[in-house]
């Protein structure tokens, strides 16, 4: 029974369904982005981009133009920083390594939980 559980929790945790994409899909401004889309298939990963002066905006993107000069035409700015991601409503702000570890700290210790 437990090692039907580990390998839910492992199915749940890193299962990614490759048909539609959830994201969070907001027009540049300094408000926190709250609205969520089901992108169209087209579209195989989500997008954070900051504009400066407390603009962001949130979108549905292809990854494989997920480069500088395709976002830099897209949203017609020079200055910006951003982010792609591959999974649901994984574009709410800029990722950082310690907020990666935290995630991978937490499935690791609910694994070894259900191993006791």
């Known amino acids: 029974m ?5 390998v839910v929790a ?9 048909s539609v994409i959830k994201c969070y899909d907001c027009i540049p401004g300094p408000n ?12 195989d990963s989500c997008i954070w981009v ?19 000069k395709n976002i830099e035409k897209h949203f017609n700015t020079g200055t910006f920083k951003f982010r792609c991601c ?10 950082t390594m310690a907020g990666r ?5 937490t499935a690791s210790f609910l694994t070894a ?3 006791i």
């Open 2 to 6: 437990k090692c039907l559980l580990i």
């Open 10 to 18: 492992f199915v749940a945790l890193f299962y990614h369904s490759e």
């Open 32 to 43: 926190l982005c709250k609205t969520e889309k089901n992108c169209s298939s087209e579209y």
């Open 50 to 68: 900051n504009l400066g002066e407390q603009r962001e905006a949130y979108n549905c993107w292809k990854y494989s133009q997920c480069d500088g």
């Open 86 to 95: 591959k999974s649901d409503l994984c574009n709410s702000g800029p990722l």
């Open 101 to 105: 570890m935290i995630t991978l700290s």
């Open 113 to 115: 939980l259900l191993l």
